[in-house]
């Protein structure tokens, strides 16, 4: 009896630290989100306090609640005590479960958790710091004192779990690279080329369209979309490449000065394309200078007889070309290894006509918008010719690409409106673009946005200029966020922008709602930029 009744009483004890588990949801969610670093992490914690610290709080008034009416029966009949121990343990998970429910809507997160192995790994880690905390509080013997301590810091305890699990989590990292990088190097004997693409924007959609070239005459792995870490290329190589693949196209992508020289070094490519250089994640990169020595690392880490496309930009990646010394080609202008002319745009997409200092002359479409897209098939087409693939070739993958998901991707609403969801936008440059492309279209033009993030201390400008840009091209605004979106409105204001067709809106729940029930047939409507989950 007496052991049944510790057991119990062990159960009632260690309750509110298994319930951690399922009220945190949110909490994990926000660490992935934050690529499993702690310096993005940490910010998330302070700009979603509310978020962060209500479930705890909410987890702790429960644990208290059934901890105390659990106690009330100390003394009583043994059975009765066990039962209602088990009970209120019970219960105690249970909220837990309702606590993580209400904080994290999977249904309403625009990036779900993913429970990798990792996930599954770091919350076995938080439950055990969670039950260690609890062993010892219990050495205090004050009824209630774990229920009251434990998950009311329910963050904390996660820090804690995640700290012991970096060296974990980094060791397999290494393991993984490693044998992904052995499995790379082993088709590259046999001849597969590795070509790796970075720059503040446009890599995603330039991968595509090089992938679609390459297709045409060679199989050829590209990593998945957003795939631009060396976890995620890792897990690329190792379950996808095989001794089929010509061509291996890896994105690179960079939120830290010293990721893209890490990614080099890994996947060591003989071919680079340098797509653009801009604002983007200064938050973490300090400067735009720091941005451009940031993706310079991959035209750096070419070996003597590689090769690099450049974008004809007139700044930064102009400035990486000159400074460049393997072989290399740059794009975008007449006079320049490839550029475009007779070019006639539509919402649809556009035709132009291919042409090269060597003399070629190749007609092409694509069903890709806007102007910026041509430059984008120009670095790709220019890396496939370098690669022998045949114009007739490159027309053809130019005609099939398809446009890449939440960028300018135009879609038609039953109600008549137009959509063009430019949802992974995150940056001045590409900003800009997509208001081209809205203009493009005629009718009602509306934008819905939320501004810029991560630019550090130019965010506030930038958005500011976000909205006399917008002035120019949108009748209406929809600007989702009350405070962070008030430099967009004075940027609109001071262009003249009647007030009277700017909209404020909470979420971009609201801000729907409104599109659907005010715009119809005629109108366009162009999603610029969501925040992830982390801001929202």
Known sequence: MNLILSLARYILWFAPAAAMLPAGKQLMQYYQLSSYQFGGFFKTLFRQRAKVFWPGLALTLCSVLFTFLASLTQGGPWLL??????LCAGLILLSGIAIGFFSYREKRAKKKLVVTHRVKRLGLAWLAVGILVSALLRQLYVMG?????????????LIIAAYIMWPVERGLQLLYRADASRILEGY????????????SYGKTTVKNILASILSQQYPTLASPVSANTPPAL??????????QHRYFIAEMGARHPHDIRVLSRFIKPSVAILTAIGPQHLETMGSEEKVRETKYA????????????FDNDGRHVSACYRRAEVAKAIVGEAGDDLWAEEIILSPEGSTFTLCGKDGLRLPCETRLPGEHNIRNILLAAACALHLGISPVHVREGIAGVKAVAFRLQASRHPRGYTTINNGFNTNPAASLKALEVLASYPGRHVVVTPGFIELGRQEEAANRQLGRDMAAVAQEVLLVGLQRTRPIREGLVEAGFEESSIHSFASLEEANRHVA????????????NDLPDQYS
């Open 188 to 199: 590259k004997a046999s001849g597969l080329i590795a070509i790796g693409i970075t720059g």
């Open 298 to 309: 991959l035209i750096a880490g070419l070996p003597s007889d590689g090769f690099a496309v």
């Open 145 to 157: 004192i774990s229920a009251l301590l434990v998950p009311v810091l329910l963050p904390l305890w």
């Open 517 to 528: 029930q005010t715009y119809g047939e005629g109108d366009v409507v162009l999603y610029e």
């Open 234 to 243: 890792s897990r690329c190589i190792r379950d996808e490449m095989g001794p």
């Open 81 to 86: 005590e066990v039962l209602v121990s088990l």
